[in-house]
């Protein structure tokens, strides 16, 4: 991954207090694992207004870049307040746990 890339991938997950790389948009998720994360969000209270969504599928060099960022296979990647997260199975796992809604809660509490 070039230097650019990586600069980039840091900028949007130090600045933005949830992002998640997806395939599409919180509004027009192209695939169920990107669609499922978003459902997961909105359950655990997340205005999908307040996400910054990056669709991959706009550029292949985040869709790799993100990857090798995270040092995570696949996509989607959920970060909140700069923190990796995991995927949607991740996710999900967590929502039902309770524990996203905890971490959601001490970040923004």
């Not at 070039?2 to 900028?11: F, M, S, V």
């Not at 600045?15 to 998640?20: A, F, G």
């Not at 669609?35 to 991959?56: E, H, P, W």
Request: proline share 3%.
């Amino acid at each position: 991954m070039d230097q650019t890339t990586q600069e980039r991938l840091e900028a949007l997950v130090k600045d933005h207090d949830i992002v998640l790389f997806m395939k599409g948009d919180a509004n027009y998720p192209m695939c169920g694992f990107s669609n499922r994360a978003i459902q997961i969000l909105k359950a655990s209270g997340v205005d999908t207004g307040t996400i910054t969504t990056v669709n991959v599928l706009e550029d292949e060099a985040v869709r790799q870049g993100i990857k090798d960022y995270s040092r995570w296979p696949t996509i989607p990647q959920l970060y909140v307040k700069g923190e990796f997260i995991g995927g949607s199975d991740i996710m999900l796992e967590m929502y039902e746990s309770g524990e996203l809604q905890q971490l959601l809660a001490e970040k923004f509490g």
